[in-house]
Every structure is written in structure tokens, then in C-alpha cells.
């Protein structure tokens, strides 16, 4: 049987082993010398330990074998399978590695070493979670949470028969990363499961996490993914009304991105990094004005998220000057909206359209919302749409053509609530200019959907459009339903000069309103139940009722020229 000296030395050689870097073309050579090593120390403990009782170690009703030389053999072994376990997952030869993991953990390696027990959970949980197998993911989850509460205090050492010469201060640490992946890993799996609000803790505890464990000044093992992590994290937060926390978690990527930046040279994942803060904040600033102009109650104090960051001194900018006490009018809002606007300009800048085109729209759909906010978003957005070449970038041209449309119906609709609450006087014909123009965008929009080029006779006058010919995928199809309704609603509501032009603009929207039940009767059970409204669907059904009597009435002469 192994000596401890000797069980030290063979993981030494073996994490060197797993731990080298190799050529791409032979990138798993190490990590096969590695599992050599740790087959021969195998062979050599079954050779070894002859007296111990039944094949595992354990007699038919689960005694341990009283022999101390044996038991030893058995823990080594337990171990050395859990290695070899790990090992495969790393070449990716994942059956062999979840077999051996699950051979080690019904070997008794809890008993055993509960720190490489708890480190077998999660490893088999991650690999449960990248198949979508959540259950099993999660079982494995709570198992290793499990380990860690029962835990007063961590063994010697993830060897077994081996005290660290630290008196367990690498253990200690060792216990504490595998309790920061385990809640990692949760975050994923139950985002998966559709527990977005667990996620989210679990997610903002892993992140307090690895910055505590790297101290002062420190950077965490995976630098760029701390930074995405707490990006996301902040767009969860501010679409909640949690905008302070949203905003420290913004403030702390960009000083760990700075960090990261100063460490050594840029690398693309640093490049997407630092751009995403910069949409996340514009993205911030327009929930913060919307919330605002809505006088929706949100979280406005400061929040003291990562003390060890804010201790620092170290300044994030891209923030800097953001006050999210609420204000009310556009002369009070307007550092903030310039502060969105800068960041927005910052994304522009950093995801430039040739090559990172998906993040360069998106930062163009966060700058158009704030000018929505600010009844400006069209003259943000259109001089682009028309300069993106949607053949090449179809979902990005339509999702373009879709917003500049919408802004056209909230500028109609911001109008007219003005004149019926009599804060503001329009003419007629100047409420009926802003609702064709409307209409002209959305019929575009409608039109691409269905294949029409745009600039064609075609994408200006589409003619009946039947629900098989939508090019749209029923992600995307939430935008063509509200689309289709928007411009049914706005042909209802033109104050139209004659009766004989009222039905002529209540058949259109018939038209729109009855393709919204043909789209969704063909794609069927195709469609999420989240991506459509079903308040809009409601009033889709109620409109058919209702269009019907309203055009015979304007027949007869019964219904006033509007």
C-alpha cells in the first residue's frame, strides 16, 4: 500500500500533468500521462491489499473489513477512481468519467474524502446540466450543498491518509471554491428549470463569493466571466426595479474589467466584456427613465453590494455621475439620458457594425429606446435601417424596421392621449399624418415579414398577405402579432373624410386583425405561450366582433365621418 509521502507525490505529478498546457494538436497528451499514473497506482493498490474481504472492500453486508492495511487500500482506491474520474471528463471522454465518479461515490468516498465527494457532485452535476438533465443535476447539487453545511470544519486534507503541512488552510480554501461552484452551477440549473429569481440569488452569492476569496486587489480564476456574470446580473436586477443593485453590479464589472485590462494585453473576450457593460448601462438608464416617467416604485438608495471593490478607491466611469433619485420632466432627466446616450456610444464605438453586427443593432435598439423615451427614437434608428443591408441581415433589418415603426405608434398614441386628456390641441389632419406615417412604417415591416424587398412596390403596397408566406420564426413573432395589431388599431382610429372611406380603412383592419388568428391557427401549437399577449389576443376577438357593426353602420350612413 501506498506510504502518505508516496500518495503526495503521485497528485503532485498528476495535477502537474492535468494542469500543462499542450499543442491543439495533441491537447490531451498530458492529461493521458496523467491517467497512466494514476491506472499503475491502481494496479499496484489491488496487488497490495489481497486480505481485504470482497471486491469493493466491504463484505456482503456492508462491514468494513477490520484489516487497516486493507481499509487503507480501499480509501486509496476510492480516491484513485474519483482522479480517474475527473480525468476522463477532461478528455471529454464523459460516460467513462460519469461511471468512474459514480463507481468512487458508491465506494463510501463520502466516508472517505468528503472533500473529493463533494467535488464528484459537482463535477457529475455539471455534466448532468450541460445534457439538460436538471433533476439529476440538481440531486447531485443538493447532495454537495449538503457536504458543505455538515462540514464544522474541513478534513486534514482531500487525500485520504495525508494531513496538509498548512494545517488545512488549502483544504479550507479548496472547501470553500467547491461550495462556490456548487451555487454556481445552481444559478444555471435553475435558470433552467425557470426559477429565474433562485438563479439570480445564486448567481449574486457566487459572485460575492469569488471576490472575497481573491482579497484585495485581486482578480477571481476567470476573469471575463465574473465581468459577463455581473452584467447580466445587473439587466435582471434593473428589469425588477432593482436599480441600485443593478447599478453597483455595473460599477463592479467595470472595475474588475479595468483590472483585467491592466493585467495583460486585450483579447476579444475582454472587447465583448467591456461592450456589454456599456449596452448594460444604456439598457439601465432607459428602465430608469421609464420607471420614472411611470412613477413606478423601484430601489433608488445606494446598495453596498462588494465592500472590498467600493474599499478599493478604484473609479468606474461608465456610470459616474448617474443619480437615481427619481425626477420628473425631460429637463431633470436629461443627465441621465445623456449618460445612456454615452454609454450607448461607447457600445457603438466598441461593437463596431463590420463584425460584431448583432451587438452593434443592439446597442442601436437600446439608443432608439431611450430617444423613444425622449419621442426621438426614429431619427436614431431609420437613417441605419435604411443603410444595413437586410439581405445579408434579415433579423437584424426587421427588428430595426419594427422599432422605428412602434416609436411611430407611440408618438400617434402620446398625441392623441394629449388631445382626449386636453393637454395638448392637434388638428385632425395633423393626428391623421402621424397615424399614416405609422402605418406606411408598419406596413413595411408586415410586408418584409412576408418576403417583400424593401424599397419595392411590393413593400409599400402588399396586397393580401396570407399566413403561410411569413418569413418570420415564432420567436420573432410576438413583434408581427403587436405589429399586425397596431396597424389594424390605427386604420380604426383615421378620421376619415367619408363614410365610404371608413370602411374602406375598417376593412384594412379586419384584414390585419383577422391574419393575426390565421398566423397563430397555422403555426399552432408551435407558438410559446409567452411570446403573444393574450390581452392582445383578446382584443383581437373582441375588434372582429365589433369591425363588422361599425362598417355597416358607416354603410348606412349611420356612423359620423371621423
Same mark, same amino acid.
Given at each position: ?271 465583448? /466584456?467591456?461592450?456589454? $457593460? *456599456?449596452? +448594460?448601462? !444604456?439598457?439601465? &438608464?432607459? #428602465?430608469?427613465? %421609464? ?115 412602434? /416609436?411611430?405608434?407611440? $408618438? *400617434?398614441? +402620446?398625441? !392623441?392621449?394629449? &388631445?382626449? #386628456?386636453?393637454? %395638448? ?138
Amino acid at each position: 500500500m501506498a506510504t502518505a509521502s508516496e500518495r503526495v507525490e503521485l497528485v503532485k505529478t498528476v495535477d502537474a500533468l492535468e494542469a500543462a498546457e499542450d499543442p491543439v494538436e495533441r491537447c490531451f497528451d498530458s492529461k493521458y500521462a496523467a491517467r497512466s499514473h494514476l491506472e499503475a497506482a491502481l494496479a499496484a493498490s489491488g496487488d497490495s491489499a489481497a486480505d481485504r474481504v470482497g471486491d469493493g472492500g466491504h463484505d456482503g453486508g456492508g462491514e468494513a473489513v477490520s484489516d487497516a492495511k486493507g481499509r487503507g487500500a480501499i480509501e486509496w482506491e476510492a480516491y484513485l477512481g474519483y482522479r480517474l474520474g475527473l480525468n476522463y471528463l477532461a478528455t471529454e471522454e464523459r460516460s467513462e468519467g460519469e461511471q468512474k465518479l459514480l463507481q468512487a461515490l458508491e465506494n463510501g468516498l463520502t466516508d472517505i474524502s468528503p472533500l473529493a465527494a463533494l467535488d464528484a457532485h459537482n463535477s457529475l452535476a455539471v455534466l448532468y446540466a450541460n445534457r439538460s438533465e436538471v433533476e439529476a443535476s440538481e440531486e447531485h447539487l443538493t447532495a454537495a450543498i449538503e457536504l458543505y453545511q455538515q462540514m464544522a470544519r474541513p478534513p486534514p486534507s482531500v487525500i485520504p491518509g495525508v494531513t496538509d503541512d498548512d494545517d488545512g488552510s488549502a483544504a479550507s480554501r479548496f472547501l470553500e471554491h467547491l461550495h462556490t461552484t456548487s451555487l454556481f452551477v445552481l444559478a444555471q440549473v435553475a435558470a433552467a428549470a425557470g426559477r429565474v429569481d433562485e438563479s439570480a440569488q445564486c448567481c449574486r452569492v457566487t459572485l460575492e463569493r469569488q471576490i472575497a476569496a481573491v482579497g484585495d486587489g485581486g482578480l477571481p480564476g476567470e476573469p471575463w466571466a465574473w465581468v459577463a456574470n455581473a452584467t447580466k446580473l445587473a439587466g435582471y436586477y434593473a428589469t425588477r426595479g432593482g436599480f441600485a443593485t443593478a447599478r453597483a453590479l455595473l460599477d463592479s464589472a467595470d472595475i474588475m474589467c479595468k483590472r483585467t485590462e491592466a493585467a495583460g494585453p486585450g483579447t476579444e473576450a475582454g472587447i465583448e /466584456a467591456r461592450g456589454d $457593460i *456599456y449596452i +448594460a448601462a !444604456a439598457s439601465l &438608464v432607459g #428602465d430608469l427613465l %421609464a420607471a420614472w416617467a411611470s412613477s413606478t416604485d423601484g430601489e433608488y438608495q445606494t446598495v453596498d453590494l462588494f465592500p472590498q471593490l467600493a474599499a478599493s478607491g478604484e473609479d468606474a466611469s461608465v456610470l459616474s455621475g448617474l443619480d437615481l433619485t427619481p425626477v420628473a420632466g425631460f429637463k431633470a432627466a436629461q443627465p441621465a439620458f445623456l449618460i445612456g446616450l454615452r454609454a450607448v456610444e461607447a457600445a457603438l464605438s466598441t461593437f463596431v457594425l463590420d463584425g460584431y453586427v448583432s451587438k452593434h443593432v443592439e446597442a442601436l435598439i437600446h439608443k432608439g429606446r431611450l430617444y423613444e423615451l425622449l419621442k426621438r427614437k426614429v431619427n436614431a434608428l431609420d437613417p441605419v435601417m435604411k443603410e444595413l443591408n437586410y439581405a445579408h441581415f434579415y433579423a437584424a433589418w426587421l427588428q430595426l424596421s419594427y422599432e422605428v415603426a412602434s /416609436a411611430l405608434v407611440g $408618438i *400617434y398614441d +402620446a398625441k !392623441a392621449a394629449a &388631445v382626449r #386628456d386636453g393637454r %395638448a390641441v392637434h388638428t385632425t389632419q395633423r393626428l391623421n399624418e402621424v397615424a399614416v406615417k405609422a402605418i406606411a412604417s408598419l406596413t413595411l415591416y408586415i410586408a418584409v415579414a412576408h418576403g417583400a424587398t424593401p424599397g419595392s412596390a411590393e413593400s409599400r403596397e402588399p396586397g393580401a398577405l396570407d399566413a403561410a408566406s411569413l418569413k418570420v420564426d415564432n420567436e420573432a413573432l410576438g413583434n408581427y402579432v403587436t405589429a399586425r395589431h397596431m396597424r389594424g388599431r390605427l386604420y380604426t382610429a383615421l378620421r376619415a373624410a367619408s363614410d365610404a372611406a371608413t370602411v374602406e380603412n375598417l376593412d384594412a383592419a379586419e384584414a390585419d386583425y383577422r391574419a393575426i388568428k390565421d398566423v397563430l391557427e397555422l403555426r399552432g401549437d408551435e407558438v410559446d405561450s409567452e411570446v403573444v399577449d393574450p390581452q392582445l389576443l383578446g382584443m383581437t376577438e373582441e375588434m372582429l366582433e365589433l369591425i363588422p357593426q361599425l362598417k355597416a353602420a358607416a354603410a348606412d350612413g349611420q356612423l359620423q365621418p371621423r
